[in-house]
T-cell receptor
Framework: NAGVMQNPRHLVRRRGQEARLRCSPM?????VYWYRQLPEEGLKFMVY????????ESGMPKERFSAEFPKEGPSILRIQQVVRGDSAAYFC????????????????FGEGSWLTVV | SQQGEEDPQALSIQEGENATMNCSYK?????LQWYRQNSGRGLVHLIL?????REKHSGRLRVTLDTSKKSSSLLITASRAADTASYFC???????????FGKGTTLSVSS
């Protein structure tokens, strides 16, 4: 069973360029989460998506960041016009189902995508 | 915020010793989870304890939960160098849509 797959593992972008990070959830999982981890800090929730729907984007910066999880293909986290402060590790996680009535599900993380903005 | 906060931030011990990490949270929960992160890697789920449980064991791991104090502890017994990692507690937000993590405890086990 393949786990959560993220690519690229490492990405270098110049200021002003766009970064696209991809995430394929575990087989059978239809819920995807994106987190950001700054150096020496914990994970910060960014967004929770189901297929073709954004469920909770309360952690997403208002500008330059967007996420999607299309009917077919991986989830994409897109960062436009990157700045040095965007340098971080971006983690994707997936779960089979989630809801307030079933919020005990473990979520499974990928190995992360390390973005460096130069 | 329902974020857990771990204590201590960093812990250094010798192999064979026990390591205890604590987590405090702010609001009522259905469950609390502990994760481990090795340097440069993703997070790995360790254990989940439900709000009606007081203690749970998994191998060398022992987790306790005190809902009256809104706190949990993770005990690693007979630590090994391979236990060197950061450990995070996590609880769901009130909407049940996001698992919120604390800043973690960095454990260093020397041989």
């Amino acid at each position: 069973n393949a786990g959560v797959m993220q690519n690229p593992r490492h990405l270098v972008r110049r200021r002003g360029q766009e970064a696209r990070l991809r995430c394929s959830p575990m087989k059978g999982h239809s819920h995807v989460y994106w987190y950001r981890q700054l150096p020496e800090e914990g994970l910060k929730f960014m967004v929770y998506l189901q297929k073709e729907n954004i469920i909770d984007e309360s952690g997403m910066p208002k500008e330059r960041f967007s996420a999607e999880f299309p009917k077919e293909g991986p989830s994409i986290l897109r960062i436009q016009q990157v700045v040095r402060g965007d340098s971080a590790a971006y983690f994707c996680a997936s779960s089979p189902s989630l809801g307030p009535e079933n919020s005990g599900n473990t979520i499974y993380f990928g190995e992360g995508s390390w973005l460096t903005v130069v | 915020s329902q974020q857990g906060e771990e204590d201590p931030q960093a812990l250094s011990i010798q192999e064979g010793e026990n390591a205890t990490m604590n987590c405090s949270y702010k609001t009522s929960i259905n469950n609390l989870q502990w994760y481990r992160q090795n340097s440069g890697r993703g997070l790995v789920h360790l254990i989940l304890i439900r709000s009606n449980e007081r203690e749970k064991h998994s191998g060398r791991l022992r987790v306790t939960l005190d809902t009256s104090k809104k706190s949990s502890s993770l005990l690693i017994t007979a630590s090994r160098a391979a236990d060197t990692a950061s450990y995070f507690c996590a609880t769901y937000n009130q909407a049940g849509t996001a698992l919120i993590f604390g800043k973690g405890t960095t454990l260093s086990v020397s041989s």
